[in-house]
């Protein structure tokens, strides 16, 4: 099936998530692109620092991606606001939490679900009408490598993240002979703060959240100025789902060729690299 390249440069875009990170760096190139960007997040000193990098015009909002009300007011106000058609919407907002499925946290789970998953629901139904009017846009949702593979301490994460993947792709079949289409996004390892502001359960023997940070630190290989660049080629190529960094290849192919075994080959490479970072 032949890709259809999709124009988002120049047009108005929203991103979640925007405080920092991947949204951060999205938020900038596309306005450096000629996108006026309405951004949003919890955190507003964090989205108030981003506002004030773009070079274009801006929107800001301090959003619970989780709040399908205020998803709803916000695509209202964006529609209100918007000086240019809307050409992409940025579902990106996540947060990380450690913790295995016998020792879970029942509340934490569900704080990571109704972000990780439904904010990324609650962003979909919020502006896909606006798309599906003007028959024009794309809607992008983050799942990650942990969408395409299960990982020990990651079951609430990896669950989020694959229902990410099933939903988007049911999305994209369902747009079909239409004008918007839907992307699933997997980022690797990019160096951001998503484990530093995360939940963690420590186990005794295990390690502590500090260690995990500096494990997370060692394996990371793409900061997030250059995902904000692989997302925006690839929403504008005609991607369906976009791979982002080395290892997001890794998991992706450990996935297709050992369904069961994956866990042991990452395993001997991520104790490769906390070796070499330790030296």
């Given at each position: 099936m032949t890709k259809q390249r999709r124009t988002i440069s120049g047009r108005t875009a929203v991103v979640t998530g925007a405080a920092s990170g991947i949204g951060r760096a999205l938020a900038r190139r596309l306005s450096a692109y000629g996108c006026p960007v309405a951004?949003?997040?919890?955190?507003?000193?964090?989205?108030?620092?981003?506002e004030a990098s773009l070079r274009g015009?801006?929107?800001?909002?301090?959003?619970?991606?989780?709040?399908?009300?205020?998803?709803?007011?916000?695509?209202?106000?964006?529609?209100?606001w918007a000086p240019r058609p809307l050409g992409a919407v940025f579902n990106n907002a996540g947060v990380a939490l450690g913790s295995t499925v016998l020792d879970a946290v029942v509340e934490d789970d569900d704080w990571l679900w109704n972000i990780n998953f439904h904010g990324v629901v609650n962003g979909t139904r919020a502006f896909?009408?606006?798309?599906?009017?003007?028959?024009?846009g794309v809607i992008v949702n983050t799942s990650s490598v942990f969408g395409l593979v299960g990982m020990p301490g990651q079951s609430a994460y990896c669950a989020a993240k694959f229902a990410v993947r099933g939903f988007t792709d049911s999305l994209r079949q369902e747009l079909r002979g239409t004008g918007v289409s839907a992307v699933n996004v997997h980022p690797g390892g990019?160096?951001?703060?998503?484990?530093?502001?995360?939940?963690?359960?420590?186990?005794?023997?295990?390690?502590?959240?500090?260690?995990?940070?500096?494990?997370?630190?060692?394996?990371?290989?793409?900061?997030?100025?250059?995902?904000?660049?692989?997302?925006?080629?690839?929403?504008?190529?005609g991607k369906a789902r976009i791979l982002v960094g080395p290892d997001a290849y890794l998991f992706d192919a450990l996935a297709r060729i050992a369904p069961t075994r994956y866990y042991d080959v990452l395993d001997r490479l991520e104790s490769t690299l906390r070796k070499r970072a330790s030296r």
């Amino acid at each position: 099936m032949t890709k259809q390249r999709r124009t988002i440069s120049g047009r108005t875009a929203v991103v979640t998530g925007a405080a920092s990170g991947i949204g951060r760096a999205l938020a900038r190139r596309l306005s450096a692109y000629g996108c006026p960007v309405a951004v949003a997040d919890v955190n507003e000193q964090g989205l108030k620092e981003t506002e004030a990098s773009l070079r274009g015009p801006a929107l800001l909002r301090v959003l619970d991606v989780s709040d399908a009300d205020a998803q709803r007011e916000f695509a209202a106000e964006v529609r209100e606001w918007a000086p240019r058609p809307l050409g992409a919407v940025f579902n990106n907002a996540g947060v990380a939490l450690g913790s295995t499925v016998l020792d879970a946290v029942v509340e934490d789970d569900d704080w990571l679900w109704n972000i990780n998953f439904h904010g990324v629901v609650n962003g979909t139904r919020a502006f896909l009408p606006i798309l599906v009017d003007q028959d024009e846009g794309v809607i992008v949702n983050t799942s990650s490598v942990f969408g395409l593979v299960g990982m020990p301490g990651q079951s609430a994460y990896c669950a989020a993240k694959f229902a990410v993947r099933g939903f988007t792709d049911s999305l994209r079949q369902e747009l079909r002979g239409t004008g918007v289409s839907a992307v699933n996004v997997h980022p690797g390892g990019v160096n951001t703060n998503i484990v530093r502001n995360g939940r963690f359960h420590e186990e005794p023997g295990g390690p502590t959240k500090e260690q995990m940070i500096k494990d997370f630190a060692a394996i990371t290989r793409t900061q997030p100025d250059k995902a904000a660049a692989i997302i925006h080629r690839g929403v504008e190529a005609g991607k369906a789902r976009i791979l982002v960094g080395p290892d997001a290849y890794l998991f992706d192919a450990l996935a297709r060729i050992a369904p069961t075994r994956y866990y042991d080959v990452l395993d001997r490479l991520e104790s490769t690299l906390r070796k070499r970072a330790s030296r």
